[in-house]
């Protein structure tokens, strides 16, 4: 059992950044995956990046030159820096762990205003 808590939303203006961090606790393996995925209202969840226990990194094409995951394996913490924010960013944001099956966070809002 592994459970996530997610911090760091907040509104900010469009071309404004914000810093986003998930820390786990439980049962956590070294080897594993972690990222972040997105939901705006009545829309589908969506993947924004993922980091291997390796730092091998993923982007979603949205969000590539603008946003950088990164983790701190001593903390058992992911975190996601969001730069250039547009409108279109706005949503909950999802912590994500992977190993045996998928762990999500309760999420936290990113409001972004044009």
């Known amino acids: 059992q592994v459970h996530l808590v997610e911090s760091g939303g907040g509104l900010v203006q469009a071309g404004g950044s914000l810093r986003l961090s998930c820390a786990a606790s439980g049962r956590i393996f070294s080897i594993n995956v972690m990222g972040w995925h997105r939901q705006a209202p009545g829309k589908q969840r969506e993947l924004v990046a993922t980091?291997?226990?390796?730092?091998?990194?993923n982007y979603a094409d949205s969000v590539k030159g603008r946003f950088t995951i990164s983790r701190d394996d001593a903390a058992n913490t992911v975190f996601l820096q969001m730069n250039s924010l547009k409108p279109e960013d706005t949503g909950v944001y999802y912590c994500?762990?992977?190993?045996?099956?998928?762990?999500w966070g309760q999420g936290t809002q990113v409001t972004v205003s044009s």
């Open positions: 994500l762990y992977r190993r045996y099956g998928d762990y």
């Open positions: 980091i291997t226990n390796t730092g091998f990194t």
